[in-house]
Protein backbone atom coordinates (compact mmCIF):
# COMPACT_ATOMS: atom_id res chain seq x y z
CA UNK A 1 0.00 0.00 0.00
CA UNK A 2 1.20 3.62 -0.77
CA UNK A 3 2.68 4.78 2.38
CA UNK A 4 0.42 8.25 2.19
CA UNK A 5 -2.64 6.36 1.72
CA UNK A 6 -1.82 4.21 5.72
CA UNK A 7 -3.63 7.13 7.73
CA UNK A 8 -6.60 7.32 5.30
CA UNK A 9 -7.17 3.54 5.73
CA UNK A 10 -6.84 3.58 9.41
CA UNK A 11 -9.23 6.36 10.17
CA UNK A 12 -12.11 4.93 7.69
CA UNK A 13 -11.20 1.27 9.53
CA UNK A 14 -11.42 2.99 13.12
CA UNK A 15 -14.63 5.04 11.90
CA UNK A 16 -16.81 2.09 10.77
CA UNK A 17 -15.62 -0.32 13.57
CA UNK A 18 -16.57 2.27 15.87
CA UNK A 19 -19.94 2.21 14.55
CA UNK A 20 -20.15 -1.19 15.03
CA UNK A 21 -19.39 -1.20 18.73
CA UNK A 22 -21.47 2.13 19.25
CA UNK A 23 -24.48 1.32 17.11
CA UNK A 24 -24.64 -2.18 16.07
CA UNK A 25 -23.71 -3.67 19.48
CA UNK A 26 -25.30 -1.17 21.47
CA UNK A 27 -27.96 -2.46 24.22
CA UNK A 28 -27.13 -6.33 22.60
CA UNK A 29 -24.73 -8.91 23.87
CA UNK A 30 -21.66 -7.92 21.79
CA UNK A 31 -20.12 -10.44 19.45
CA UNK A 32 -17.52 -10.74 17.55
CA UNK A 33 -16.21 -8.01 14.36
CA UNK A 34 -14.46 -9.67 11.66
CA UNK A 35 -12.20 -7.68 9.37
CA UNK A 36 -11.06 -9.07 5.70
CA UNK A 37 -8.60 -7.44 3.42
CA UNK A 38 -7.55 -7.83 0.63
CA UNK A 39 -4.32 -5.77 -0.75
CA UNK A 40 -3.87 -5.78 -4.89
CA UNK A 41 -1.35 -3.95 -6.52
CA UNK A 42 -3.79 -0.43 -7.04
CA UNK A 43 -6.53 -1.30 -4.24
CA UNK A 44 -7.42 -2.36 -1.22
CA UNK A 45 -11.26 -3.76 0.07
CA UNK A 46 -11.66 -4.15 3.62
CA UNK A 47 -14.83 -6.19 4.62
CA UNK A 48 -15.99 -5.43 8.11
CA UNK A 49 -19.12 -8.59 9.05
CA UNK A 50 -20.58 -8.48 12.54
CA UNK A 51 -24.25 -9.69 14.15
CA UNK A 52 -25.39 -6.55 15.54
CA UNK A 53 -27.98 -4.15 14.25
CA UNK A 54 -28.44 -3.79 10.71
CA UNK A 55 -28.11 -0.56 9.64
CA UNK A 56 -30.86 2.25 9.64
CA UNK A 57 -32.91 1.62 6.11
CA UNK A 58 -30.06 -1.30 4.96
CA UNK A 59 -27.64 1.19 3.58
CA UNK A 60 -24.90 3.52 4.64
CA UNK A 61 -25.57 6.81 5.64
CA UNK A 62 -24.96 9.41 3.08
CA UNK A 63 -22.20 11.02 5.19
CA UNK A 64 -23.73 14.35 5.33
CA UNK A 65 -21.80 16.44 8.12
CA UNK A 66 -23.00 16.91 11.30
CA UNK A 67 -24.17 21.02 11.93
CA UNK A 68 -21.47 23.10 13.01
CA UNK A 69 -22.79 25.11 16.09
CA UNK A 70 -21.76 28.65 16.49
CA UNK A 71 -19.93 28.84 19.27
CA UNK A 72 -17.50 26.19 21.02
CA UNK A 73 -20.38 25.16 23.26
CA UNK A 74 -22.60 24.03 20.25
CA UNK A 75 -19.79 21.88 18.37
CA UNK A 76 -21.35 18.62 18.08
CA UNK A 77 -19.23 15.54 19.85
CA UNK A 78 -20.02 13.31 16.59
CA UNK A 79 -21.61 13.14 13.46
CA UNK A 80 -18.45 12.90 11.32
CA UNK A 81 -17.71 9.26 11.19
CA UNK A 82 -19.34 8.24 7.46
CA UNK A 83 -18.47 12.31 6.40
CA UNK A 84 -15.13 10.84 7.08
CA UNK A 85 -15.80 7.30 5.87
CA UNK A 86 -17.12 8.71 2.10
CA UNK A 87 -14.20 11.28 2.00
CA UNK A 88 -11.34 8.61 2.63
CA UNK A 89 -12.83 5.54 0.34
CA UNK A 90 -13.42 4.95 -3.57
CA UNK A 91 -16.73 2.97 -2.83
CA UNK A 92 -18.76 1.71 -0.32
CA UNK A 93 -21.29 -1.08 0.06
CA UNK A 94 -22.94 -2.43 2.37
CA UNK A 95 -25.69 -5.77 2.93
CA UNK A 96 -27.61 -7.60 5.71
CA UNK A 97 -27.53 -11.55 4.94
CA UNK A 98 -28.47 -14.44 7.26
CA UNK A 99 -28.63 -11.64 9.77
CA UNK A 100 -24.73 -10.73 9.40
CA UNK A 101 -24.23 -6.98 8.27
CA UNK A 102 -21.48 -6.59 5.53
CA UNK A 103 -19.70 -3.49 4.91
CA UNK A 104 -17.38 -3.55 2.18
CA UNK A 105 -14.77 -0.09 2.07
CA UNK A 106 -12.67 0.14 -0.99
CA UNK A 107 -9.77 2.13 -1.50
CA UNK A 108 -8.06 2.67 -5.05
CA UNK A 109 -4.05 3.62 -5.10
CA UNK A 110 -3.13 5.50 -8.32
CA UNK A 111 -0.69 3.02 -9.96
CA UNK A 112 3.15 3.90 -8.94
CA UNK A 113 1.15 6.47 -6.39
Not at 34 to 52: A, K, W, Y
Request: net charge negative; aromatic share 8%.
Amino acid sequence: MPPHKAGDVKIALAEAINNVVEHAYNGVAPAKVQVTCRLDRDLLDILISDTGRPLPGYRPPDGTPAPLGSDLQELPEGGFGWFLIHRLTSDIRYERRSGCNRLSLRFDFEPNG
